[in-house]
Structures are given as C-alpha cells and as structure tokens.
C-alpha cells in the first residue's frame, strides 16, 4: 500500500511538471524597438503596451507601432502605463502625465513626484500614487491636479482611504 501511495505521487508530480505554459518571447528581430523595457501593460482591448527609454510601443498582435514618434513629449522615457476608465492610455514621464487617445498625445505636467514613477487607476477611473516628497497617497480625475487622499488614521487597513 505504501509502495502504491508513492508511485501514484510520483506520477502526479510528473504529469503535474510536464505541463507547458504558453510563453512567447519577442526579440528585435521579430520587430520589438528595443529591449530596455521600463513598463508593461495590458489594455482592455488585448494590446500589449511598452514603455521603453526612447518611446511607447503597443503590440496588436502582428506588429509593434510606435506611439510617441514624432510627438513632441517632454522626456521620452516611459516608467509606468495605465489605462482610463474611457480606454485612453495615461503614462508617466518623470513629472509629466501623458494620454494617448488613439489619435494624439496630450500632457500636462504634475503637481507632485510621483514615488518611483509609479501610479495606478482604480475600477472608477481615479488615478492613485505615493507623492515622493511627502510619502502621502494622493488621487486624481484628471492624472494632472493630485489632491491629498483623506486617510481614517484609526483604521490600519488602506480601504479606509477617501477622495472629496
């Protein structure tokens, strides 16, 4: 009986090993810009977006196309992608918030630092990051003018956190 315990664990752990995850790896030969990738996203549509040092990329399934060229965007280096809650794409260049609406690219610079370029927006369409300066978490509508989230301090846990 022990015997049968072991070699049915043994052939479970080997059918359970032998299962392959579907990866495919991307390289400049098969069009990607470059390989200093900063961020990866996701959108809604299936589109894989790229942030790199030079540019913003999305992948469509069949080619890579580059959104920033020739758009004159403050600081071309990509650190963090998001998208809204009306499918624009919002990333962050340095102190700079950048959408992309499918046609063109707007910016604005911030009011605060965002803490490692990174930030994130919620099921609502609100966009949320720790300010650098003040180690404080903020929100914002329009990923321009950051207010300072009103925080419960007798509630240790973050879902206590709120927006006027």
């Given at each position: 009986?022990?015997r049968?315990?072991i070699l049915?664990?043994?052939l479970?752990?080997?059918?359970?090993?032998?299962?392959?995850?579907?990866?495919?790896?991307?390289?400049?030969?098969?069009?990607?810009?470059?390989t200093q990738?900063l961020?990866?996203?996701?959108?809604?549509?299936?589109?894989k977006w790229f942030?790199?040092?030079d540019d913003?990329?999305?992948?469509d399934?069949?080619n890579?196309?580059?959104?920033?060229e020739?758009?004159?965007i403050?600081?071309?280096?990509i650190?963090d992608i998001?998208?809204?809650?009306n499918?624009?794409?919002?990333?962050n260049?340095?102190?700079?918030?950048c959408?992309?609406?499918?046609?063109k690219i707007?910016f604005?610079?911030?009011?605060?630092?965002?803490?490692?370029?990174?930030?994130c927006?919620?099921?609502?369409?609100?966009?949320?990051c720790?300010?650098?300066i003040?180690k404080?978490?903020?929100?914002s509508?329009?990923?321009?003018?950051?207010?300072?989230?009103?925080?419960?301090?007798?509630q240790?846990d973050w879902?206590?956190?709120?927006?006027n």
């Amino acid at each position: 009986m022990k015997r049968y315990i072991i070699l049915k664990l043994i052939l479970i752990c080997n059918c359970l090993s032998s299962q392959n995850v579907p990866f495919i790896h991307y390289s400049t030969r098969d069009g990607l810009p470059q390989t200093q990738i900063l961020s990866l996203f996701e959108d809604s549509r299936g589109y894989k977006w790229f942030g790199c040092m030079d540019d913003l990329y999305y992948f469509d399934g069949k080619n890579f196309k580059n959104v920033t060229e020739n758009k004159q965007i403050p600081n071309n280096a990509i650190y963090d992608i998001d998208e809204d809650k009306n499918g624009n794409i919002i990333f962050n260049v340095t102190k700079w918030m950048c959408k992309y609406d499918g046609n063109k690219i707007t910016f604005n610079k911030t009011n605060i630092v965002l803490r490692d370029n990174n930030f994130c927006v919620d099921k609502d369409g609100i966009g949320w990051c720790i300010n650098n300066i003040d180690k404080k978490i903020y929100y914002s509508f329009d990923f321009i003018t950051w207010e300072k989230a009103n925080i419960n301090e007798n509630q240790p846990d973050w879902h206590f956190i709120s927006y006027n």
